[in-house]
């Protein structure tokens, strides 16, 4: 096209982003109309992209982190031939594809859902990792934001990374329309304050007029052409741009405008536009292909090693990655007491180190899966709440990640409390279809492992900084949803519930128990999502009580989980549960457990209460 084409273009995708959200009496159609002129050159004159195959090796990925202004990606569909102008219409209603924010699950061409503003560019980045180190097939990145979400920490975790990695398949385009949703951005349209930020995480920065179309063909060009860097285009736009009541006013953030008719005519009325996006070049994707099984490390039952779960964790993984080449790690510069060092050593062209940057770890698992890869990222479980709302959008996103969390629990010891995952099993069990497993020995962590590459949605495995005894034997099989019952009788007063490092411990106490006349049940409820209700319900019906034990806080955790069970309407069990209720110090292991009232001694004397066998001084 040339410049007055492309003009036009850019008028055509504005006149329909304001009626999509006219159609829908909601939406962000001046959101859209800055970013128009970006959207149609690129689209235009640099995209290469196959609608009808997505999933094309060499197609560029294209991400719009401002997802609010879905109306101007759902209009450049259209223009592409990729969706009709019926369904352009269906925007925002019931059963529609075209969402307020666009997602995956709905839409084959987007790559991963946004609207929580700062993502995007941290999961283009895990995309453009893939390109440069795994993929390989030459295809580009480009992510569209928007000027309010540079205010985000997140962003600048994704800047410094890409310019570490010198990701020059990458570049983030930025719409400098000056207005947030109440107001002045922090830097209005000063680019020169953005580009002084970028260049200092070493990025190539340019910096446009964003409604110049052929300022903005040559600087998609210039990134590129340029090389061992990422690309920053910075243009300077116009919120509502084309509409004079409108453009550049405040207070119109996130509403469809107020007369759509007249909006319309004044920019031109209705187009019919069509765009022959470029076709990607010719490639070929390298499959990988899993060999068989892993042949995963082995401990024999009860041979008296203590061998810790972050242990496991990291030698199953790296058998898993020679098994399966699809399967990648990365961590957040804690490997070496994750464990994922294991398989570094191993597989160094597949593991990612993100250094201390949580939000960008997860964002990088959620780019690589888009990509087919299998990742595995890890760091402290304390730290994972860092990155919650990546782990909540990537849900969103259908997105096939599994996040391993160590040191969990006051179990660590003296390292005190802001080291110790005590809200984990929560946060991971309130996402929408995730699993979430917490082994107590080494064959069931290396089992678990192997079988969460093989599981959907958001998987997490939460790992253990202390040994313990292998408990099970190497051949030992751990579905998920399942549990294991370790302690069983006909007389059987209580069945005491515990996962982790709080086996061992409900092991000894019922040991202790039997010794004095109590018998009581233990489960190891291993897969904390989905649960065991099955050996629950039989274990209530038959023991009466259970009680829970677990180094967790006791909102939202074992539990919570053990609770769920009973939710369906039949009479609910008695209860108790232990859990760490105050904030630790720094003390030992066994210190912390015993304050915490989760070790072996207490739980006895837990279970003496509930079986009404006390012995009163």
Known sequence: MDTAELTELGQQLRVDSVRAAAAAGSGHPTSSMSAADLMAVLLAHHLRYDFDRPAHPANDRFVLSKGHASPLLYAAYKAAGAIGDDELLTFRTLGSRLEGHPTPRRLPWVETATGSLGQGLPVGVGIALAG??????????????????????????????????????????VDVNRLGQRGPTRHGHDLGAYARRFQAFGWHTVEIDGHDVDAIDRAYGEAVST?????????????????????DREGLHGKPLPDPEEAIEELGGPRDLRVEVHEPPAARALHSVPTGQPDLPRWEKDSGEQVATRDAYGQALAALGSARPDVVALDGEVS?????????????????????AEQQLVAAAVGLATRGWVPYASTFAAFLTRAHDFVRMASVSGAGINLVGSHAGVAIGQDGPSQMGLEDLAMFRAVQGSTVLYPCDPNQTAHL????????????????????PALYGPDEEFPVGGSKVLRSGDRDRLTIVAAGVTVPEALSAADALAGAGIAVRVVDLYSVKPVDRVTLRRAAEETGCLMTVE????????????????????????????????????ASPAEQLHAAGIDAESIAASVRLLVETAVVP
């Open 227 to 247: 090389r061992g860097q990422p690309t920053v285009i910075l243009a300077r736009t116009l919120k509502g741009r084309g509409v004079a009541g409108v453009q």
């Open 336 to 356: 070496d007491s994750t464990r994922a060092e294991y398989f570094a050593k191993e597989h160094p062209d597949r593991f990612f180190e993100c250094y201390i």
């Open 132 to 173: 440069k180190r795994l993929d390989r097939t030459g295809y580009r990145v480009w992510v569209l934001c928007g000027d309010s979400e540079l205010a985000e920490g997140s962003v600048w975790e994704a800047a410094e990374h890409a310019a570490y990695e010198h990701l020059d398949d990458l570049t983030a385009i």
């Open 551 to 586: 180094d967790h806080h006791p909102q939202g955790g074992l539990g919570d989980a053990v609770l769920d069970a009973f939710l369906d309407g039949r009479p609910v069990p008695r209860l108790a549960r232990l859990a760490v209720r105050t904030t630790p110090g720094s």
């Open 449 to 468: 492992v192997t079988t969460m590459a093989g599981l959907e949605g958001i998987r997490y495995l939460r790992t253990s900084r202390g040994g313990g």
